[in-house]
């Protein structure tokens, strides 16, 4: 009877250990899994907006010098890649723009003997950049700042101010060329979906100087360019991988 009460015990001290790991693996929590990074990886977009800045020409006898502003549309398209880690993300992107953004001025102090005064007109017809991005993620949006190489593909016309005509010999001339700079911008993109998201962004385009000649007028020097440009745009991204 002795062994068999203590058995029982046994028993029962088994079977209560044996419930109480149960319930412990019951309320156990799940194993906490890390978020996914949403904004990893590569998207393609396309964008539209407003671009407008200065010229400077001159040259060193001071009889050339002129500014005038440019202004126009924007729009193209843009590729990229991200990677994210936490709230930061960093990228690397490519965009190339259509654009009509032209401006022109008369100089003031050119004018050709026998003759009326020169007029000098500039289009952007393009710009591309390609360069990276680092910003970081709050709740759905990614603020972010961007440094690019950048290329301008303009021409510059040198035609007779208003209807005259210029000096026997002298004619209209058209020098096209591809600028090399240097563009800096900011922006703020939104998730709207997964693979889907909507952008505003500014950059700041400095080409530089860049020096030109215009043999159309006789005994002019060289003409040094000066140009800086602001681009704004509203753009959308497709994440497709």
Not at 7 to 19: E, K, Q
Not at 84 to 110: C, F, H, K, M, Y
Not at 173 to 196: C, H, N, W
Not at 219 to 240: A, E, S, W
Request: proline share 6%; net charge neutral; charged share 15%.
């Amino acid at each position: 009877m002795k062994k068999f009460l203590m058995t029982c015990a046994a028993l029962s001290g088994l079977a209560l250990s044996t419930a109480g790991y149960a319930a412990d693996l019951a309320v156990r929590p799940a194993p906490v899994v890390a978020p996914a990074a949403p904004w990893t990886g590569c998207y393609v977009g396309f964008h539209a907006g407003a671009g407008w800045g200065d010229k400077w020409w001159a040259d060193r006898f001071v009889i050339d010098n002129v500014s005038y502003p440019t202004s126009g549309w924007v729009t193209g398209a843009q590729l990229g890649c991200n990677y994210q880690t936490g709230p930061l993300v960093v990228g690397a992107e490519g965009t190339w723009s259509w654009t009509n953004i032209d401006g022109n001025g008369v100089p003031p102090n050119l004018i050709v003997p026998g003759t009326t005064a020169v007029q000098l007109s500039s289009k952007v017809d393009s710009i591309a950049t390609a360069g990276g991005r680092v910003g970081l993620v709050a709740d759905k949006s990614l603020i972010y700042v961007k440094v690019a190489a950048a290329w301008a593909d303009e021409s510059h016309t040198l035609t007779p101010a208003g209807t005259l005509v210029l000096a026997p010999g002298v004619v209209p001339q058209k020098i096209s060329d591809t600028r090399f700079g240097i563009a800096l911008g900011a922006g703020i993109e939104y998730m709207i979906a997964p693979v889907l998201t909507a952008k505003l962004e500014y950059n700041y385009d400095d080409f530089g100087t860049k020096s030109f000649f215009f043999n159309t007028i006789p005994g002019q020097d060289t003409v040094n360019n000066r140009q800086r440009l602001h681009i704004l745009t509203l753009g959308v991204n497709y994440k497709f991988w």
